[in-house]
């Protein structure tokens, strides 16, 4: 059974980071790409972010560049976003993300790219 389970997620003030974490298990995690989206309330789910399977690429939405990194350790099964420079506009519900097949393109930010999701983890960024 796929699983991706999300953590990390909490309150911070602006100006402040967190590191958000992807677990996964139940498929060959070397194999995929894995993104990261949120959802903001209100809103539809954007995607933030996302890193391939074979050389480690990276995408970033342009509203997180330069402030969100991205990386995948392997031995681990885990995916992390990395996320500095927190404003109040990053408030959001945090899902990660398997893509259903490679290789990653100019759509890794559309959801339809995507079989499982995790349940998500909740960041809020105070002002």
């Known amino acids: 059974e796929v699983q991706l389970v999300e953590s990390g997620g909490g309150l911070v003030q602006a100006g402040g980071s967190l590191r958000l974490s992807c677990a996964a298990s139940g498929f060959t995690f070397d194999d995929y790409a894995i993104g990261w989206f949120r959802q903001a309330p209100g809103k539809e789910r954007e995607g933030v972010s996302c890193i391939s399977s074979s050389d480690g690429s990276t995408y970033y939405a342009d509203s997180v560049k330069g402030r969100f990194t991205i990386s995948r350790d392997n031995a681990k099964n885990t995916v992390y976003l990395q996320m500095n420079s927190l404003k109040p506009e990053d408030t959001a519900v945090y899902y990660c993300?398997?893509?259903?097949?490679?290789?990653?393109?100019?759509?890794?930010?559309?959801?339809?790219?995507?079989?499982?999701w995790g349940q998500g983890t909740q960041v809020t960024v105070s002002s």
């Open positions: 993300a398997k893509q259903i097949r490679g290789p990653v393109g100019p759509m890794w930010g559309e959801e339809y790219e995507y079989d499982y």
